[in-house]
Every structure is written in structure tokens, then in C-alpha cells.
T-cell receptor
Framework: DTAVSQTPKYLVTQMGNDKSIKCEQN?????MYWYKQDSKKFLKIMFS???????INETVPNRFSPKSPDKAHLNLHINSLELGDSAVYFC??????????FGQGTRLTVV | KQEVTQIPAALSVPEGENLVLNCSFT??????LQWFRQDPGKGLTSLLL?????REQTSGRLNASLDKSSGRSTLYIAASQPGDSATYLC????????????FGRGTSLIVHP
């Protein structure tokens, strides 16, 4: 069974569209994360969320919003997509300050 | 703000060599440090996790050490193989306040036969 799964794996969309990326973990972790990996492969935190607290990287545009229907899911919604949003987005989970496990990534291409 | 630096940025070696990858961090108040491997077009695979109270962890041909006071960790790969070719990333979990893993930019490793 996949520990952290993301869907879709690839997403191609036009500028201005709204899209969502789903993430699910079956590890029983209490903390989930979204990272953006840019063209130079640098992983930058976007959001960190546990069942009590959401931490937002202040550099993330408010067009991006995380939504957590329950502890096992943290979805990423993106409004009014821009060309610069093209990147690989990774979901991860861990126990608080524990070993982190990552999904396989979603490659987003905005055209 | 925690900053993580990995040296070298890239490394190309012949098969069989023993390798040392370096990771340094600016804030020594960490909870743990984790080493990952990323293959091209793939996700991150956790290799080793070192708690702040530990000095090293071993898994097969991999050995990771941690010197918290000097803000450094090394990943030692023994008898490298072509299958070890990948990008190696270290991430630091800060203690006190933020619990978000902060990543270095990685070391891109190529092991040629």
C-alpha cells in the first residue's frame, strides 16, 4: 500500500484556471505538508498542517489554499493559475517532528 | 531562520569509491535530521533519520553522522554503485516553535561503471 499518495501525477492546464491536487496518507500521521520543487530542484515549504494548527509560508500567494477534510487528507487548491506556478508539488506527512514520508509528486504545467 | 547547505552540489565518481556528502545548518537547535534520496522524476525516499540526541545512524552501505554543536551532518556511502546515482537531500527539523523540515539544495551524484 502506498503510504502517501497524490493525484493526479501530471496536470496540464491553462492560465487562469482553478485546480486541485489531492493528497492522502495511510500512516496515521498527525502532520501533513505541501512543498513546491522548482526548476532548480529546490524544495520549498508551502504549508504545514496538523489537526490543530496551519502554518503558512508567508511567501506563498493567497491563490494557494490547503484544505483538510480529515487527518488523512490535505488537498491543495490553486486559483487563477499563472505560468510561474509550473513546478512539481510534493505532499508529505509525519508525526510531529518525526520522520517525514513523501508522495511521488504532481507535475503541474501551466500553459 | 534555519538555512541548510549541501556540499558538493554535484559529484561524479567511478564505481567502488567511498563517498562523503556534507550537510550544514545554521541553527543548531534541531529536533532531528533526515537524509533523502530522489531519483529523476520521482518522489523522495527516506534513507536515514538521526535524532538530535544521536551521533550516527547506519543502514546497509549508508552511514549518517550528526554533530549538532557544529551544525553538520555527513552521509557516508561505502563502495558506491551505479544504482546509487540520484540526488541526495538533507532536511532539518527545527526544535522549538516551527516543526517544518527545511531542505538543502541537494547533492547530485553520478556513479559511473
Amino acid at each position: 500500500d502506498t503510504a502517501v499518495s497524490q493525484t493526479p501525477k501530471y496536470l496540464v492546464t491553462q492560465m487562469g484556471n482553478d485546480k486541485s491536487i489531492k493528497c492522502e496518507q495511510n500512516l496515521g500521521h498527525d502532520t501533513m505538508y505541501w512543498y513546491k520543487q522548482d526548476s532548480k530542484k529546490f524544495l520549498k515549504i508551502m504549508f504545514s498542517y496538523n489537526n490543530k494548527e496551519l502554518i503558512i509560508n508567508e511567501t506563498v500567494p493567497n491563490r494557494f489554499s490547503p484544505k483538510s477534510p480529515d487527518k488523512a487528507h490535505l488537498n491543495l487548491h490553486i486559483n487563477s493559475l499563472e505560468l510561474g506556478d509550473s513546478a512539481v508539488y510534493f505532499c508529505a506527512s509525519s508525526h510531529l517532528q518525526g520522520e517525514a514520508f513523501f508522495g511521488q509528486g504532481t507535475r503541474l504545467t501551466v500553459v | 531562520k534555519q538555512e541548510v547547505t549541501q556540499i558538493p552540489a554535484a559529484l561524479s565518481v567511478p564505481e567502488g569509491e567511498n563517498l562523503v556528502l556534507n550537510c550544514s545548518f545554521t541553527d543548531s537547535a534541531i529536533y532531528n535530521l533526515q537524509w533523502f534520496r530522489q531519483d529523476p522524476g520521482k518522489g523522495l525516499t527516506s534513507l536515514l533519520l538521526i535524532q538530535s540526541s544521536q551521533r550516527e545512524q547506519t543502514s546497509g552501505r549508508l552511514n549518517a553522522s550528526l554533530d549538532k554543536s557544529s551544525g553538520r551532518s555527513t552521509l557516508y556511502i561505502a563502495a558506491s554503485q551505479p544504482g546509487d546515482s540520484a540526488t541526495y537531500l538533507c532536511a532539518v527539523h527545527a526544535s522549538g516553535g516551527s516543526y517544518i523540515p527545511t531542505f538543502g539544495r541537494g547533492t547530485s551524484l553520478i556513479v559511473h561503471p
